[in-house]
């Protein structure tokens, strides 16, 4: 069994916020990333999948179309969005780097297994020194 | 002379986007940085002064009265906020990293002097492949 | 399970040396690590805790609160320090990354457990290409 | 347990490419990793052992000697090399990073075993944005 | 003035060679740089240009508009391919890093130029630990 | 002109202390940096020599060459060592990063020179937010 990762970016405004909560609930917890005109990242994601290279390639999957992938399924609907009002899988949710991870590889996981693949793992990094990770 | 620099981090949102023009001239010429909701960064700030060491201490400046200062007067202003609407030294002028660094060094270089250095240049990264630099 | 690591970071002093040894047997073992006055490192601890979002916040645990214990019951410890003679938790141990890291995992799981989530894993940097785990 | 973690570089040039297919299969399949005159990259290879610290050290072993050991065995057979061409252990083999790494463990086992640790896992950094794993 | 830097990547193999030279004086003086069979590298270029940021966008030029030109006038070039071999204008060139900056430059000039905006300084990192910067 | 930048790394500990003052004297100025048993750092040296390439080689200087003059002349005096007590260049002097870029730049430039290539800019990371640079 190898492990194979790919990293892509996207850029994304956000903020942390507990409608139920008043302002002062949300100050106290959210800090300022209660902020209400929003905030945002350069996000990483590491996406690992796993399997025994093909014979015929050397590759568990072709890196360039798990790129591809990554792009057409998750980049798309991220990049340069707010994720809260504009990402239809995040509907709902605090976007926090916690659901933000859950809710990727709710996205992903159909489309790895069509490549032949599992999905194993997800690293996401908000900034330099915060990073989730999640194995379903 | 010697230079000094002090890196510091915001995470900020912010758009790209003309008034003046319809909302197809600012798709063509910003692209996704003009979505109407927002994206955003892990900006990096790289401040540099210059100076002769001082002969009592070694330094050219206290590097850490040096990351004290840019908190105050910068960090405070720009982090988990949004450069479009929350920071008065960006009112009225697009929010392109050029003219970000170009603000920021009109809010700094008073300061900067107070402690008894010259500013020399700014450095903000906006995303691991694009940076800016102003010497004033 | 989400898993959700913190980065901080600490400058210390330390040497390599068994006090049992002769000065020769040191210096075969440890080499330039065993430097009678001491060398340094700017060390890198990343600590990863796991748990399940809180349907409040979207948290597996709050990063900042996580940011303020690892600075108070750590990096206040250790950071500007000699690690041989100064923290009290390395009090006769040799000062390898190997045993620094299990002594870090010794003073945070208490605090850990009291927010609430598990700790995880520890991952110290002591360079660029030196680093240890450690899972308990 | 402890894992320590040794990071080493190479330069190698190589191709991927199936001898048995056309060069059109080959191009649609490798696109320019195809590319008959070859392409290189700048490897970054984590060799990760564990073990109990030795109490006379505090090592799991020493990282100078797996510097060492990981340099003799592994880089003096690959870096400045072709991976195709001048290798030994990638004889016959697609050059693709998930079978470099297998073959990288297959040389460096035994070595490590004869230092008296395990060999737990081995990462291989094939471009930032590419690495694979290996645990055997 | 402000100077906005663009970074891209590329992939290449190459060999540092005299050609009027014996195997042994190549080998005396480039080292295992000479490997008959080739080696190669993750190329980092930074392309930094200068101007006045245009009151109409905020923008020195627009970032990803410099992307695309760097990437169809030089990328293509030599991503995935030979140095030596493959890339015209390098032909009759040692491939050094300091070559292949010069005949970058002679290539983007023009055309960053006919953007409006003059090409400031090109760096090219061939490994973590060596880079060349040309200004013209 | 070409500018090529050779990077090397040592790992030292030392203290800023003015001992013409108190204890408190020194604390108030230089913090945590004043402890007494010493910190240390991972600094990273950056060397930038200038000339025209050779060409014979393509080279402004051979990297190789440039690589083992400065751990020659500069890491084997700083490597794992205590720079207030065990670098004969820094006798005296108070060990800030400025002081110390400016005493490597005169232990380097004769040596530099004598590869007949100039000595253009040293850059000197203390931390990965603090770095001096230094030209003469």
Same mark, same amino acid.
């Given at each position: 069994m190898v492990y194979l990762t790919r990293v =892509?970016?996207? /850029?994304?405004?956000? *903020?942390l916020q507990n409608p139920a909560w008043s302002e002062e609930e949300n100050a106290a917890v959210f800090g300022k990333c209660a902020n209400a005109n929003w905030h945002g990242h350069n996000y990483e994601l590491h996406v690992t999948v796993k399997g025994e290279p093909n014979p015929q390639t050397g590759f568990v999957c072709n890196a360039k179309e #798990?790129?591809? %992938? +990554? *792009?057409? &399924?998750?980049v798309e609907q991220v990049d340069h969005r707010n994720l809260n009002l504009d990402v239809p899988f995040m509907k709902g949710k605090f976007t926090s780097a916690e659901n933000l991870v859950i809710g990727i590889w709710g996205e992903l996981k159909p @489309? +790895? =297994?069509?490549?032949? &693949?599992? #999905? @194993? *793992? %997800? *690293? #996401? /990094? =908000?900034?330099? /020194? +915060? !990073? &989730? =990770? !999640?194995m379903g």
């Open positions: =892509e970016h996207f /850029n994304a405004a956000h *903020k #798990l790129s591809r %992938l +990554i *792009k057409d &399924v998750i @489309h +790895i =297994e069509q490549m032949g &693949v599992q #999905l @194993h *793992k %997800l *690293k #996401l /990094n =908000e900034t330099p /020194n +915060i !990073y &989730v =990770e !999640y």
